[in-house]
């Protein structure tokens, strides 16, 4: 069943985290390769950069500090596309639905203690080729208000 | 610390999604969809067991043109088309190449493909920035 035009525009959020050191240290670990062992999230493989986990080498380069890997944004920008296809009103078989496309803008680095606050909206839906197609644009921005990501995300839903 | 980038340079990063990477991605991320982390869903799923976070290969993606910039913190877009999933056990090269620079901003083209040739991701393009 076609998912109804009259979702298109609808909003959700704003949604607000705040970014620690350590959850931007295991997610870069993670999508690294490490292996996280209790309590630990796992020694750096050699082609992480220590930017993304050593506080002393951060500190000494370019940014002053500690940076999330770019595609951290996605722990907190995600969060209107997730609440988007999970509206009830929309009535999504959430098994069958696939995560299509991606887009992602980087604007500024992300540090810790910066706090992003996410909007978003759907901005499309279609039927292609007997799939369903959600589209969902997001912004996310610090706490100074200025704009660092930029998001398009696009679900499928199979059948 | 200069480096100079050209037209046409390539890099390949290659990448094993080892059997609990997908666990080890959804407490990193949050994304604890069933599919990832309980194969017996993703069989009713019609996935044939668990598949990893279409959202963790973009960031191999964007770790291999971070790697070949030198610099994490300059990757500026990333787009990709999620075009088959990648499951445990799965090894997936990313092969970049650049095919523009304008403006202190370097655009790549990367194709992702598992072990069987298969391409897991579609029209992938990251930009960063080497001004």
Redesign the interface.
């Known amino acids: 069943m076609a998912i109804d035009k009259r979702f298109i525009g609808r909003e959700y959020g704003p949604f607000t985290y705040t970014i620690g050191a350590e959850k931007l240290r295991e997610f870069t670990l993670a999508v690294g390769g490490a292996h996280p062992a209790a309590g630990t999230p796992g020694e750096p493989p050699a082609h992480v950069s220590p930017l993304l986990y050593d506080d002393q080498a951060a500190k000494a380069g370019p940014y002053g500090d500690l940076i999330a890997f770019p595609s951290f944004a996605v722990v907190f920008a995600i969060r209107p596309f997730a609440t988007a296809v999970a509206d009830p009103e929309l009535n999504l078989n959430l098994l069958m639905l696939v995560h299509g496309e991606q887009e992602l803008e980087f604007l500024d680095v992300m540090r810790p203690g910066d706090v992003m606050t996410t909007t978003g909206r759907i901005s499309d839906a279609y039927e292609k080729a007997g799939k369903q197609f959600l589209i969902a644009t997001t912004e996310s921005r610090n706490q100074r208000g200025d704009l660092v990501v930029k998001g398009t995300w696009t679900a499928v839903i199979r059948g | 610390m200069a480096r100079s980038f050209q037209v046409g340079d390539t890099f390949t990063?290659v990448?094993?999604c080892?059997v609990?990477?997908p666990i080890?991605?959804a407490?990193?991320?949050?994304?604890f969809?069933p599919?990832h982390i309980d194969p017996e869903?993703g069989k009713?799923?019609g996935l044939d067991g668990v598949i990893l976070?279409?959202?963790?290969t973009?960031?191999?993606a964007?770790?291999a043109v971070?790697?070949f910039v030198?610099?994490?913190?300059r990757?500026?877009?990333?787009?990709?088309?999620?075009s088959r999933p990648v499951r445990p056990e799965d090894t997936v090269t990313f092969a970049g190449r650049v095919t523009a620079i304008e403006a202190g901003r370097l655009t790549t083209e990367v194709t992702a493909t598992n072990q069987r040739g298969e391409a897991v991701l579609k029209g992938a393009v990251v930009e960063a920035s080497i001004g």
């Open positions: 990063h990448r094993e080892d609990y990477r080890f991605y407490g990193a991320s949050g994304d969809n599919i869903v009713v799923a976070q279409g959202l963790c973009l960031g191999w964007v770790e971070a790697v030198g610099d994490p913190g990757i500026r877009k990333v787009k990709v088309r999620f």
